[in-house]
């Protein structure tokens, strides 16, 4: 079992920073990735990036890889999304995702997700 749970989401202004935080609390199961991901009323849920699990490495979406940075703390078991200058556009619930299988574009390819964290940016 993987629980996993998102904070630093807010409301703030056009060209501010952000860093949400996953906790990701693996008990039983092994998880090859975690990812983040963002989602909107109207749309499915798209990759923003994913860092494999104990391995090294990030991936990063192509629209945001100049503003967004993700990391990890493993001995906190939390990985970090910072974004940086946020755009109205960025304005969506973030979700935090572990898959057993590795990293992927994909919803669908993730096993477990948290419960979302809403980031909200004005003009």
């Known amino acids: 079992q993987v629980q996993l749970v998102e904070s630093g989401g807010g409301l703030v202004q056009a060209g501010d920073s952000l860093t949400l935080s996953c906790l990701a609390s693996v008990l039983t199961v092994s998880i090859a990735a975690v990812g983040w991901f963002l989602q909107t009323p109207v749309d499915v849920r798209e990759f923003v990036s994913a860092i494999p699990w104990n391995v090294g490495g990030t991936y990063v979406d192509d629209s945001v890889t100049v503003r967004f940075t993700i990391s990890v703390d493993y001995a906190k078991s939390t990985v970090y999304l910072q974004m940086h200058n946020l755009k109205p556009e960025d304005t969506a619930v973030y979700y935090c995702?572990?898959?057993?299988?590795?990293?992927?574009?994909?919803?669908?390819?993730?096993?477990?997700w948290g419960q979302g964290t809403q980031v909200t940016v004005s003009s």
């Open positions: 995702g572990a898959s057993k299988r590795g990293v992927a574009g994909l919803a669908s390819m993730y096993d477990y």
